[in-house]
């Protein structure tokens, strides 16, 4: 490690198990109603994407584009959030959520806070909106958690994202908020980036990861989570590595609470 650079030394909070996108694929993800039917099944730190509107809104999506998971069309952070918010982000799914809207960042955040759960923002930015995206979401989770008082001071949310520029300009806005470098493939340099940009926790792809990994990102001081393990099977493998977190979309068939079932 570069000896003029540490990792952001913070206590670890989160529980074990993430649920993806809110529910994983039981309920249409990135949704206020994905959260509350994951909540359902007992799980208490919830995943989410979230990317900034063309006038500055922060809200939930995973994609460039509106297609997939809404009845828009287009991409999604060239549109203002007038636009954007009378989408329809749940009837694509079943016809259960139909009429489920797009959730502001503002609004999972109060949910999650005044709930006791634990958050993983994803920044998700629009191409070119890298540092952007990265500064608006730390300042926003900042302001957010600091106006929570109730029922007890909640643990900072886990910023999270792929795109360095996004978790640098983060760093920069609100250098105390924990953050992770996720990665879908081991590059050239990616430990002393992660270093560099004072992450608490590196979240790589479940297929990379395997005990030697996972102890290399230890012996930097971080921790390491893994994306996204729907089987039992690999689970009990990355739990015997050493894994200090799973991200899953199978709400319905582990145990958040507890050790691996289903």
Same mark, same amino acid.
């Not at 990792?7 to 949704?31: K, V």
């Not at 760093?171 to 590059?187: A, Q, V």
């Given at each position: ?17 993430? #649920? ?22 007992? &799980? ?27 009845? %828009? ?7 203002? &959030?007038?636009? $954007? ?12 959520? #139909? ?12 949910? /999650?806070?005044?709930? %006791? ?49 996004? $978790?640098?300009? #983060? ?8 953050? %992770? $470098?996720?990665?879908?493939? &081991?590059?050239?340099?990616? !430990?002393?980036?992660?270093?560099? !940009?004072?992450?608490?926790? /590196? ?21 390491? $989570?893994?994306?996204? /393990?729907?089987?039992?099977?690999? #689970? ?8 200090? %977190? ?17």
């Amino acid at each position: 490690m570069n000896d003029t650079v540490a990792p952001m030394a913070i206590d670890w909070p989160y529980p074990f198990w993430l #649920a993806h996108r809110g529910a994983g694929r039981l309920a249409p993800e990135n949704t206020l109603a994905a959260f509350r039917h994951g909540a359902s099944f007992g &799980w208490r730190m919830f995943e989410c994407d979230v990317k900034l509107s063309a006038d500055g809104q922060l809200f939930l999506l995973h994609d460039s584009t509106l297609e997939r998971t809404t009845d %828009g069309r287009g991409i999604a952070g060239e549109q203002p &959030w007038p636009a $954007l918010s009378r989408l329809d982000a749940g009837g694509w799914h079943s016809r259960q959520f #139909a009429g489920e809207p797009l959730p502001t960042l503002d609004a999972i955040a109060r949910y /999650v806070l005044r709930n %006791g759960f634990h958050l993983n923002v994803e920044i998700k930015p629009t191409p070119g909106t890298e540092r952007a995206t990265g500064a608006a979401v730390a300042q926003r989770c900042a302001a957010l958690w600091r106006e929570q008082h109730r029922p007890a001071p909640a643990s900072l949310p886990l910023l999270t994202s792929f795109q360095p520029d996004a $978790l640098q300009a #983060a760093l920069d806005t609100e250098p105390t908020l924990p953050r %992770g $470098l996720l990665l879908d493939h &081991w590059r050239e340099g990616w !430990l002393a980036e992660a270093a560099t !940009l004072r992450c608490a926790a /590196v979240v790589a792809h479940c297929a990379m990861l395997d005990a030697a990994a996972i102890a290399q990102i230890h012996a930097e001081g971080m921790r390491v $989570l893994s994306y996204t /393990v729907n089987d039992p099977g690999e #689970a009990e493998r990355l739990l015997a590595a050493g894994i200090d %977190g799973l991200i899953t979309d199978a709400v319905d068939r582990f145990s958040p609470a507890g050790g691996i079932s289903g």
